[in-house]
């Protein structure tokens, strides 16, 4: 079984997004198995996004991830970070595919609703960025 993390980004924390990006979860056989709400401050998000530092979008990207709270939680399931990508929709939601979380949520190609880990080491990483071991149920 695979983990993954995920996000509920400020914009979808502060639209009462939760329990919609929850049930989709959830329906679709991920199991969440650490949970919390949390606010990063701008060393912490820069840290978290590190590798996107030379992109243009960085500034207002840690910028916007700082701008209220956020849901982080580790997701466990078969094939967890494949399915859960699935499930967000491309990052930007014009060119997501129906029925996902982006295209039906998201306003613009930043303030997306959702993050989720794209690989097995970044997975590792990004899950260890917000929980210790006792904190993660499985
Ligand atoms: N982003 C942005 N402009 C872009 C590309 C990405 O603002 O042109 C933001 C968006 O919030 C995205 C995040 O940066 O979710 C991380 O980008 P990445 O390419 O890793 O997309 P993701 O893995 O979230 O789909
Ligand atoms: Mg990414």
């Known amino acids: 079984m695979e ?10 924390v502060a639209r009462g997004l939760i329990g919609e ?3 989709r979860l959830e329906s679709n056989g ?7 709400m949390l606010k990063m401050n701008k060393e912490q998000a820069e840290s978290f996004y590190a590798v996107h530092k ?6 207002s990207l840690t910028y916007f991830m700082t701008s209220g709270p ?13 399915k859960y990508r699935d499930i967000m929709g491309a990052t930007d939601y014009r060119e997501a595919a129906e029925g996902t979380i982006r295209r039906d949520f998201a306003t613009d190609i930043e303030k997306n609703i959702v993050h989720g880990s794209d690989s097995p080491k970044t997975a590792e990483f990004e899950i260890g960025f917000f929980f210790n071991s006792f904190e993660v149920n499985g």
């Open 3 to 12: 983990k993954t993390l995920s996000i509920i980004k400020p914009d979808g």
């Open 70 to 82: 956020i849901v982080v939680m580790v997701l466990k399931g078969e094939d967890s970070i494949v």
């Open 30 to 36: 991920l199991k969440i198995i650490a949970m919390k």
């Open 21 to 23: 990006v929850i049930k």
């Open 54 to 59: 030379e992109r243009p979008f960085f500034q």
